[in-house]
């Protein structure tokens, strides 16, 4: 068992709030993911970083913002929510050497499903 | 642009029967391939890893090929149970080596 969390679980909210979504490992990890997946679609990476300080857009273009100040956390903020942003968030983590993913094994957090009304 | 299909259809098997899961890449020459297995509402969990050099991996009931000729590897389960009912993710790292890029997944479902 990954000892990775995410907190709200569910996050039922109105459009315009803004909300922080959190993730914490306990493993030392350097590298961190956030994902974000619709049901039956794929994994798609919107943020990763590769240590404190360091914070990477992904492949999907997302408005959310991250931030790494502790190696153990990495939030994930919207400013202001909206419908389009209802969805399942994952939270990964990896040990890193070098600065490629190629054979790093991911440690997933349970998720957060998000639904903006 | 990297392209990862995965058996499109849901796979419905009985138990005790072998499960056979495929995922096929396109516009890429991965390194490694991974496979994870996701449950409905949670996080996807790592099951086997497998690099371009090997044939074939086994991990007690799992076994996973890599062709990269045929830009295809095969997934499969022996001796199925109810409980390997899931999702199954591929994923290969990204031409960059930067993310890890996942297909949609193929669901399996093992009836007693």
């Given at each position: 068992?990954?000892?990775?969390?995410?907190?709200?679980?569910?996050?039922?909210?109105?459009?315009?709030?803004?909300?922080?979504?959190?993730?914490?490992?306990?493993?030392?990890?350097?590298k961190m993911y956030w994902y974000q997946q619709d049901p039956g679609m794929e994994l798609h990476l919107i943020h990763?970083?590769?240590?404190?300080?360091?914070?990477?857009k992904g492949d999907l273009s997302s408005e959310s913002t991250v931030s790494r100040i502790r190696t153990e956390h990495f939030p994930l903020t919207l400013e202001s929510a909206r419908p389009s942003h209802t969805s399942q968030y994952l939270c990964a983590s990896s040990e890193l050497s070098g600065r490629t993913l190629a054979g790093e094994t991911q440690y997933f957090g349970p998720g957060t499903r998000l639904l903006v009304l | 642009s990297q392209k990862i299909e995965q058996n499109s259809e849901a796979l419905n098997i009985q138990e005790g029967k072998t499960a056979t899961l495929t995922c096929n890449y396109t516009n890429?020459?991965?390194?490694?391939?991974?496979?994870?297995?996701?449950?409905?509402?949670?996080?996807?969990?790592?099951?086997?890893?497998?690099?371009?050099?090997?044939?074939?991996?086994?991990?007690?009931?799992?076994?996973?090929?890599?062709?990269?000729?045929?830009?295809?590897?095969?997934?499969?389960?022996?001796?199925?149970?109810?409980?390997d009912s899931a999702t199954y993710l591929c994923a290969l790292a990204s031409q960059a080596g930067t993310a890890l890029i996942f297909g949609k997944g193929t669901t399996l479902s093992v009836s007693s």
């Open positions: 068992e990954a000892d990775i969390y995410q907190t709200p679980r569910y996050l039922v909210i109105g459009t315009g709030k803004k909300i922080t979504l959190e993730c914490s490992q306990t493993m030392g990890h350097d990763y970083s590769y240590g404190v300080n360091s914070t990477e | 890429y020459s991965p390194a490694y391939l991974q496979w994870y297995r996701q449950d409905p509402g949670r996080g996807p969990v790592f099951l086997l890893l497998i690099r371009e050099n090997e044939k074939e991996k086994r991990k007690e009931r799992l076994k996973v090929t890599f062709d990269t000729t045929l830009k295809q590897s095969l997934f499969h389960i022996t001796a199925s149970q109810p409980a």
